[in-house]
């Protein structure tokens, strides 16, 4: 039988013309990045690092790297081209250089649980998904035990650098970890790399995070998929909901891609303070003004985060997050409760109440998969068309299904825009700790551009940072870059949606395609591409 894994791990990657120089140098780029006095005070060995970009130059001889590499978080596609691009990055900057991964996540450094890769190692996971080779967790580095306790690691392990493949939070504990280093005289070097599918670990440097464009064409493939059931059977509305945390980047990148008849943006929703019961009121609508027209079937994409989005349950969220980082027991929690966000809770079928109160990642944040909103909204929506039909105001049939995609898109192949970024990435990375920058993430950038003209560059982790409350305190934090309102996949998709609300203007993408024509196959999404044109109107 013909496995498509085992080509993908025999398949070339496209390595930009800057890192294929025979050696490297990073020089600073002149980019005004002034950091509040409340972050510096974070980071005052960091706070006066500058933007580096890699261009060829200097020389290639230089002692052996040792370097230790983690996975933070959740998977995304794309990790393990981050190993092989900085495994074989390092070991042509010196065959003996070494590359140590840490197992299990950030728990894996603190308590030393590691193991080195060699090339069989590297060669097995070459192009393909998941982040098996040496897995993941979501172990917070947070008390000053543990800044100690992942010192000790690297002095034993006599690193030269630190590879943390992780999302906002992730990241935010490279920059503490690098500055704690520097303070506390270990010499080794701490990079990030931007991980997480769901796309909210940008800035005006980041272009995008890896795992992004696979997930966001996996989910794309399925929802086409229904839409064409939905479009055949005339008889279902399907409530997708889509994973992606607070941020609704995957659920508008997937409108875009598939034009399904409604997609909410928890931002826009945030924007306009929508009530839950404006946002069913506006499904009931759209479901009798579709059934007027003969269409009694449709799809609606629901961000995971929504609920984080709509006021009542914001309030309802942060008080619950008070009281459960008090680790008050269920019983005080619900007496504790102001009167509003109690009736809201208890107004709640009891699955949601219990998914509410389900523990909090280490980060303090609500495990928003685990919350079936997809299921919530069809039990309203479902009440009013019934009270609708009462009234004689609806004749049509409401046969909704529920899905959720999300962990499908986290582990899957990579598309070949992640698996060329992602090695592009792990290389800069190796680029960056033989420069001994520390306190960095990695960055590519031209992304919509072929791969071969991609830019490479470090980008301090603090001119990321703010602050901001969690368990309610206040923490310097990589900011969440939610979907712009103002910029240009959002207003494209608000172009376009009431047409896609009746018309059933469906695109079916497909699978992902990983041999064809480049300019196919390395395509990245349409949100990176409407981000990064100069004419956005022509891109589609
Ligand atoms: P990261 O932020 O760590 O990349 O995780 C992304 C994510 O897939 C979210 O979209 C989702 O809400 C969450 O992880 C699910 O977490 P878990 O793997 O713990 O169920």
Redesign the pocket.
Known sequence: MYFLNQERSKAKIIVPSVLQAESLVTKPIPRSQRLSDDVKSYFPHLSHAEVVELAQGGKSAGGPLNVGVVF???Q?PGGHNVIAGLFDALKRLHKDSRLIGFLGGPAGIINNIHRELNHQDVDRVRNQGGFDLIGSG?TKIEKPEDFEKAKKSCLELHLDGLVIV?????NTNAALLAEYFLANGCSTSVVGVP????GDLKSEMIEASF?FDTAAKTFATSIGALLRDALSAKKYTFFIKL???TASHLTLECALETHPNMAIIGEEAAASGKTLGEIVDEIVQLVAKRSQLGKDYGAILIP?GLIEFIPEFRELIDELNLQMADEASHEQILERLSHRAKSLFLALPSPMQQQLLEER?PHGNV????IETERLLIELVGRKLEEKKARGDFKGKFAPVPLFF?YEG?SCLPSCFDANYCYALGMTAASLLREKRTGYIACIRNLASPPSEWQAFGVPLPSLITLEMRKGKRKPVIKKALVDLSGQPFLFFKERRSHWATEDDYHYPGPIQFYGPEEIVNETTLTLKLELAKEPRYVM
């Open positions: 933070s978080g959740g995304a979501r992780g999302g906002d939070d992730s991980k997480t599918i769901d795992g994973m992606g945390r995971e990642d495990q928003v998969s685990k999300g986290r």
